[in-house]
């Protein structure tokens, strides 16, 4: 049995680690914190489910993706130009060139699935904004540095809205509707979104790798 002690102290890491100094709307932990029961707490980042405004499905996956995004953003928390800007070696990429490499996955992915255009059916636009971030590599060494967190959290802010702004209109039978001339071979439209979730897993131990080796940096960071 846990001691009120040792709850009141989750309570407040848990609080503590809510919210980012940069400003960003953080998603809530309200409900467990308040005492409230989880199963009807909609918005709760720890609880993994279908989420109000969305079909099931789609919100059970909604809720994946804030869960992700709530961990890399506690990854990057605080963290300066400077940070952001590191380059361990000449073949890495930068805190900043990945947090741009996870708005523009995103983005690609938004334009395949809701607009439906084949994958690399790019606007010039698109291409303009976001194939540097895409690709990563020297393009990205060069082009992506000089800017502030705020930057990049706004833009996976403004990116990651688009997203929710289009699940919302859109159900299950979308979700689970199955291209069959993908690469990978059959894949629905859920597989496609998961990826961008775990794609963000994947980047979020490259940052904490890299965060861990940031001049300064204590031993047990990274």
């Known amino acids: 049995m846990r001691t009120e002690k040792q709850l009141l102290n989750r309570r407040n890491f848990l609080r503590s680690t809510a919210t980012i100094a940069t400003g960003l709307s953080m ?35 909604v809720s994946m993706m804030d869960w992700m995004r709530f961990v890399v953003l506690m990854s990057v928390n605080k963290m300066q130009t400077t940070d952001l800007d590191y380059l361990h070696d000449a073949k890495a990429n930068t805190i900043g060139a990945m947090l741009l490499h996870l708005a523009a ?3 690609f992915y938004q334009i395949h699935t809701f607009e ?7 606007s010039e ?10 690709e990563l590599g020297e393009p990205a060494r060069e082009a992506i540095k000089g800017h502030d967190l705020n930057y990049y959290l706004d833009t996976l802010k403004e990116v990651r809205q688009h997203t929710l702004d289009e699940f919302k209109k859109r159900d299950d039978k ?11 071979g059959p894949t629905n439209n859920y597989c496609k979104w998961f990826h961008v979730c775990e794609h963000e897993s994947n980047h979020n131990g490259q940052i ?11 031993p047990h960071e990274g």
């Open 105 to 107: 996955t995103e983005r």
């Open 27 to 61: 998603l809530p932990l309200g409900g467990w914190a308040a005492g409230i029961p989880v199963s009807n707490v909609e918005n709760d980042i720890n609880i993994i489910g279908p989420k109000a405004g969305y079909s099931p499905q789609v919100g059970t996956l």
């Open 125 to 134: 636009a698109d291409k303009k904004r976001w194939a540097i971030a895409s």
């Open 116 to 122: 439906g255009k084949k994958w690399g059916d790019w």
């Open 208 to 218: 904490k790798w890299i965060a861990g080796r940031l001049p300064g940096a204590k």
């Open 174 to 184: 979308w979700l689970l509707t199955v291209d069959k001339d993908w690469p990978w």
